[in-house]
């Protein structure tokens, strides 16, 4: 409760008594806390597959503050879409999700092995405009059918956090000066 964003308490806090480091604070030390081992496992996997890439691209120190803004825009996203929410909300798949938005944007058609159940599993290679659309249009309809239900539960998962993330991402990875050169580069020489 202290170190996790919990909504409700963000809106309530003008008429509270809480310092407003109990409200800023936690957007940023929930990106650190998971629910567990497959929480961070999970987390960390997209990260590795994605995250490097745009490491990459802006260079370690702006990669440090790109993830931690698109942490924060997540985390206010969710927060706008889930007021009245007093459940605290931790984990840092909202500014993972900033960088798969950020790779989207930058490597739409890098090939990403993956698995696909059909009777069987089978890898495949799938462009990442694919792969991380289908993602981002399944957060999105999962956010869309928690703000429809009349309870707060959404199974755990923050989704306007990850709706949020991705779109930061793929805003803010514009902003930021590219240190890597382009993957394809051709040099015409006479």
Not at 62 to 69: D, E, G, H, V
Not at 145 to 151: C, E, H, V
Request: charged share 10%; aromatic share 18%.
């Amino acid at each position: 409760m202290q170190h996790g964003v919990v909504p409700a308490a963000v809106f309530a806090w003008p008429e509270t008594n809480l310092p407003i480091s109990a409200v800023v604070l936690p957007f940023f030390t929930s990106m650190f806390l998971h629910a567990g081992w497959l929480h961070l496992i999970g987390n960390m996997w997209y990260l590795w597959i994605f995250g490097d890439n745009i490491e990459d691209r802006l260079g370690h120190f702006s990669y440090l503050i790109f993830y931690m803004l698109c942490g924060l825009g997540a985390g206010i996203v969710h927060t706008i879409f889930n007021y009245d929410v007093t459940v605290p909300s931790i984990g840092a798949s909202g500014a993972i999700a900033g960088v798969l938005g950020a790779y989207l944007v930058s490597y739409p058609f890098a090939r990403v092995l993956t698995l696909v159940p059909v009777f069987f599993f089978f890898v495949i290679e799938i462009p990442a405009v694919i792969v991380l659309g289908f993602w981002f249009l399944m957060q999105f309809l999962y956010g869309a059918t928690a703000l429809a239900s009349t309870t707060q539960a959404s199974g755990g998962v923050a989704w306007w956090a990850h709706v949020g993330g991705f779109i930061v991402g793929m805003i803010l990875v514009g902003l930021f000066p590219r240190k890597d050169r382009p993957r394809y580069e051709y040099t015409w020489r006479s």
